[in-house]
């Protein structure tokens, strides 16, 4: 047999990942990204871009520049997927066949799902909305700054609540802190989703003064009274509306009827096979799995995706599983960083907030583009704060690793 | 009595994690005319004490969570 073609739609954080750890297997493998626009952006640092911190053109990467060199990369959007013929329909009328294909199609942001959201709120979410938040926040004298979730799910849990310490911090330095009442609004019961994290949150919140409101449910926005009204019955008044929209998965997965209702991939939990289909794999935030939609969770999936293409190219089994591993490093304002480390089976707990996650994350932040194209997995390093030695996590369907995370579950 | 309460609506959220089935419960009352009864079917153990805490604030009536086979089914009358 000759080279199998696997062609990996979506040039963010997951199938570039996939794609250099393929690169490695080019005698056996003909490696093909597609993607629409040929521009990463490391969304992790669009947080910082609307306080002045970040510039946004500094999160912008030529695609082709962080793939491996054997790695060949299509500039064309992709018009459907189709299954049963093996290819992808690109939008100029092209055909492109596969043996194995990987979504990475990611998520986006539908802010129109909820009424004046669209015209009366700002986000972070992508490099248009940080800009215009920053032009906003910069005009901004006092007032009420609302900030919150507007629907689930939506990606990068922790950030409404990072972005609410970091204004908290921005507002403090520029002296309007005093003039300027920061409310937080949740649909949810508590500060955060993961009941063992939302003490952290809660006590944060509390100490910085800013109210929150749970249950708060948005059912519209209405932008010329600048007004909030909930599901709930609340109205809200803000000077200033920061409220992150529900996502849904990508257009390409509604268009080739791949997706659930919200346009997610119904995929294997362990395989991160495509339900139903062998040669299917995807990762990061297309998925419908139960894990944060995050680059962590698609850097930790990658490896497993690769380890399985490669098992099924020899004839044999899939047996590397994911164990929904998710690591994020959290901002909490002074300066300070919290992380939080889970999988399918036990919540994180995170450790007090210090100076060294923050450092940690800023390490990460920095030298991301400089890491992902030599497939440097992040995941050694996060290895090793685990405990555990990661290069032996796609294995960890054997029994050796089952017996080591049966005795390792056994001690905690 | 678990058998006298009819649902006009069933959300299946079985395998969804917190807040997934909330989530859905809040979606699904959204959706229906005043006075719908909506059945979430949820193996979430939190879900029970959310849903009667939000129905609570939101001026809904909680009907009560009801064991079925290997899940909880949580049921809302839409009030308003």
């Known amino acids: 047999m000759g080279q199998a073609k696997v062609v990996i739609v979506g040039g963010g954080v997951g199938g570039t990942f996939v794609a250099n750890l393929l690169a490695k297997h080019s005698d056996r493998l003909e490696v093909t990204v597609v993607d629409a626009t040929g521009v990463h952006h490391y969304q992790p640092g669009l947080l910082y871009v609307p306080f002045g911190w970040e510039r946004p053109e500094r999160l912008r990467h030529d695609e082709r520049r962080l793939l491996h060199p054997a790695v060949q990369l299509l500039q064309a959007p992709v018009e459907r997927i189709d299954v049963d013929a093996r290819q992808l329909r690109l939008s100029d009328g092209g055909m492109l066949p596969y043996d194995f294909l990987v979504i990475a199609t990611g998520s986006c942001p539908v802010p129109d799902e909820i009424p004046g959201l669209a015209e009366g709120s700002h986000h972070f979410y992508t490099e248009p909305a940080a800009v215009r938040l920053r032009e906003a926040l910069h005009r901004f004298e006092g007032g009420r700054i609302v900030v919150g979730i507007a629907g689930f799910p939506y990606k990068c849990p922790p950030a409404p609540l990072e972005f609410t310490l970091l204004l908290d911090d921005w507002l403090r330095r520029r002296g309007l802190r005093k003039r300027t009442e920061v409310v937080f609004v949740t649909p949810l019961p508590q500060l955060f989703s993961i009941p063992t994290v939302a003490p952290l949150f809660e006590e944060l919140f509390a100490r910085k003064g800013i109210k929150v409101e749970t249950f708060f449910n948005t059912e519209r926005v209405e932008p010329e009274r600048r007004r909030l009204v909930s599901l709930e019955g609340k109205e809200l008044d803000y000077d200033l509306l920061v409220l992150i929209p529900p996502h849904r998965g990508s257009p390409l997965i509604d268009a080739s009827a791949l997706g659930d209702k919200g346009g997610w991939v119904p995929t294997d939990r362990n395989t991160l096979q495509v339900k139903g289909q062998e040669r299917l794999f995807a990762l990061g935030d297309a998925t419908d799995l139960p894990v944060s939609k995050s680059g962590a969770a698609a850097h930790f999936e990658a490896p497993i995706v690769v380890s399985n293409m490669l098992q099924l190219l020899e004839g044999r089994e899939p047996i590397a599983c994911y164990d929904g591993s998710v690591m994020c490093l959290v901002e909490v304002g002074d300066g300070k960083a919290t992380v939080l480390r889970f999988n399918y089976e036990r919540p994180p707990y995170p450790p007090q907030p210090s100076v060294l996650w923050r450092w940690v994350k800023a390490l990460m932040n920095r030298f991301y583009p400089a890491t992902i194209p030599r497939a440097i997995a992040l995941d050694v390093l996060f290895a090793a704060w685990q405990g555990k030695f990661a290069p032996l996590s796609p294995f960890c369907g054997s029994e050796l690793m089952e017996r080591l995370r049966r005795g390792h579950s056994g001690d905690s | ?80």
């Open chain 2, 1 to 80: 009595m678990v058998t006298t309460l009819q649902a006009d609506k069933i959300v299946d959220a079985r395998g969804a994690q917190c807040p997934g089935p909330l989530v859905e419960l809040i979606r699904a009352i959204k959706e229906v005319p005043v006075g719908t009864v909506v059945e979430v079917w949820t193996q979430e153990p939190r879900t029970k004490e959310d849903a009667k805490a939000w129905c609570e604030r939101a001026g809904h009536e909680f009907l009560g969570a009801f064991p079925a086979d290997g899940y909880e089914r949580v049921l809302v009358r839409k009030k308003r």
